[in-house]
C-alpha cells in the first residue's frame, strides 16, 4: 500500500519558536518543509538555508504560494489573528502558536472562520499532547488520587530588560499572553470549566516602574463543587514552573517545567506522615512537539477542522479566562 502524500508546510516565523519546532516535523515522514517566511530578508534566508528549507521570502510571497497543506504561524502575538485570518481565507490550514491571539474576540472570529470554511485550525498548545500529562489526565479519571480537589501551578522567570519583547504592549506583551495561558490550559484540561475567577497582579516593569503590561498575577479559579486552581505566573521572578494536583487519596507532582514535562511523582499516603512514592518519567522524542505534530497531521489525513485534545472549544475558554484575568489586575 502506497503511503499518503506528505504534507507539505509553509512557517512563517523565524525565531526561537521556529528554531525549536523544525527538528520535530522532520523527525516525522508525514511532513515536508517547503517555504519559510519573515519579517527580515536576510534572517528568513539564513534561516532556510541553516535549516535546508527550498525556500525563503516575503510573508505575501509564502501565503501566495499553491503548494501548502500547512501553514504554521510562530510570530509575536499581535500579527497571529492577520496571518491566520488570511491563511484560512485561502483555504489553507494553520497551526497557530499560543497565546492564540491577542484576546477571545480575535479568537472567536478565527474559529468562526475555520467552520464556515471548513479549513482546520488548531492552536499549537503542545501541552495537551504531552505524553506525561495525557498520562496525569487517564491517572486522574481513575481515581488514583481519590477526589482531585486542588491544583497549583506556576510559571516565572526574570526578564531584566525593560526593552525585550515581552515589556511590549504592541507586540502582545505581559505575563497573561506568554506565560499564563499554560497553567490556564492545565486547569482547563484537568479540572475543566471553573465557576468563578479572582485575580490580583501588578503592571510593573522589571524595574518596578509602571508597566502597559502584566509582569506578575495571581489567580484563584473556583468550581462548582470547591474545587479549586490557584495559578501564579511572573516576568520579575523566578518561579518553581511546576504544578500538583492534590486529593483526598494522594498528590501528584508534575516535574518542572510542567508545560513541557517529561514526568510526574505520584505519593499516596501509608499511615502518619509516611507516603508511597511513585516517580514515573516518560523522557520527550525530540523536542516535545512531535506527538502534537503527530495529531495534525492524522486530523489533516482526515479532514477534520480541529483535534479534539486541543479544540476551538478549549482554545476559547482559555483566551475567554485570560480576557477575565487582565480585566481583573
Known amino acids: 500500500m502506497a503511503n499518503p502524500p506528505r504534507i507539505r508546510v509553509g512557517i512563517i516565523g523565524t525565531g526561537w519558536m521556529s528554531d525549536m519546532i523544525v527538528p520535530d516535523f522532520r523527525a516525522l515522514d508525514a511532513f515536508e518543509l517547503v517555504a519559510v517566511a519573515g519579517r527580515h530578508a536576510e534572517r528568513t534566508l539564513a534561516f532556510a538555508a541553516d535549516r535546508d528549507i527550498p525556500h525563503a521570502g516575503s510573508v505575501d510571497d509564502l501565503l501566495g504560494r499553491d503548494d501548502l497543506d500547512l501553514l504554521y504561524i510562530a510570530t509575536t502575538h499581535d500579527s497571529h489573528f492577520e496571518l491566520a485570518r488570511r491563511a484560512l481565507e485561502r483555504d489553507l490550514p494553520v497551526l497557530l502558536e499560543k497565546a492564540f491571539t491577542m484576546d477571545a474576540a480575535e479568537a472567536e472570529q478565527l474559529v468562526a472562520l475555520s467552520r464556515e470554511r471548513g479549513v482546520f485550525l488548531m492552536e499549537a498548545m503542545w501541552m495537551r499532547f504531552n505524553p506525561a500529562i495525557r498520562r496525569v489526565a487517564e491517572l486522574l479519571a481513575d481515581g488514583a488520587i481519590g477526589e482531585p480537589r486542588n491544583l497549583a501551578a506556576?510559571?516565572?522567570?526574570?526578564?531584566?530588560?525593560?526593552?525585550?519583547?515581552?515589556?511590549?504592549?504592541?507586540?502582545?506583551?505581559?505575563?497573561?499572553?506568554?506565560?499564563?495561558?499554560?497553567?490556564?490550559?492545565?486547569?482547563?484540561?484537568?479540572?475543566?470549566?471553573?465557576?468563578?475567577?479572582?485575580?490580583?497582579?501588578?503592571?510593573?516593569?522589571?524595574?518596578?516602574?509602571?508597566?502597559?503590561?502584566?509582569?506578575?498575577?495571581?489567580?484563584?479559579?473556583?468550581?462548582?463543587?470547591?474545587?479549586?486552581?490557584?495559578?501564579?505566573?511572573?516576568?520579575?521572578?523566578?518561579?518553581?514552573?511546576?504544578?500538583?494536583?492534590?486529593?483526598?487519596?494522594?498528590?501528584?507532582?508534575?516535574?518542572?517545567?510542567?508545560?513541557?514535562?517529561?514526568?510526574?511523582?505520584?505519593?499516596?499516603?501509608?499511615?502518619?506522615?509516611?507516603?508511597?512514592?511513585?516517580?514515573?518519567?516518560?523522557?520527550?522524542?525530540?523536542?516535545?512537539?512531535?506527538?502534537?505534530?503527530?495529531?495534525?497531521?492524522?486530523?489533516?489525513?482526515?479532514?477534520?477542522?480541529?483535534?479534539?485534545?486541543?479544540?476551538?472549544?478549549?482554545?476559547?475558554?482559555?483566551?475567554?479566562?485570560?480576557?477575565?484575568?487582565?480585566?481583573?489586575?
Not at 507532582?253 to 511523582?265: D, H, Q, S, Y
Request: hydrophobic share 45%.
Open 154 to 329: 506556576t510559571f516565572g522567570f526574570v526578564i531584566p530588560d525593560p526593552t525585550h519583547r515581552l515589556w511590549d504592549a504592541e507586540h502582545g506583551g505581559g505575563s497573561a499572553l506568554d506565560q499564563g495561558v499554560y497553567p490556564l490550559a492545565l486547569a482547563d484540561l484537568l479540572f475543566g470549566p471553573y465557576a468563578s475567577l479572582a485575580a490580583t497582579g501588578s503592571r510593573l516593569g522589571p524595574d518596578g516602574a509602571p508597566t502597559v503590561v502584566d509582569g506578575e498575577l495571581a489567580v484563584l479559579l473556583g468550581y462548582e463543587d470547591g474545587r479549586q486552581a490557584t495559578l501564579a505566573t511572573s516576568l520579575r521572578s523566578l518561579l518553581p514552573c511546576d504544578a500538583s494536583i492534590g486529593g483526598t487519596a494522594g498528590r501528584i507532582r508534575i516535574l518542572p517545567a510542567f508545560w513541557a514535562t517529561e514526568g510526574f511523582v505520584l505519593e499516596r499516603p501509608v499511615g502518619g506522615i509516611e507516603h508511597d512514592r511513585e516517580e514515573v518519567l516518560i523522557p520527550k522524542v525530540g523536542n516535545g512537539y512531535v506527538p502534537m505534530l503527530e495529531a495534525v497531521a492524522e486530523a489533516l489525513r482526515d479532514g477534520r477542522i480541529e483535534h479534539e485534545l486541543s479544540s476551538h472549544a478549549a482554545t476559547l475558554r482559555v483566551m475567554r479566562t485570560v480576557d477575565a484575568v487582565l480585566a481583573a489586575v
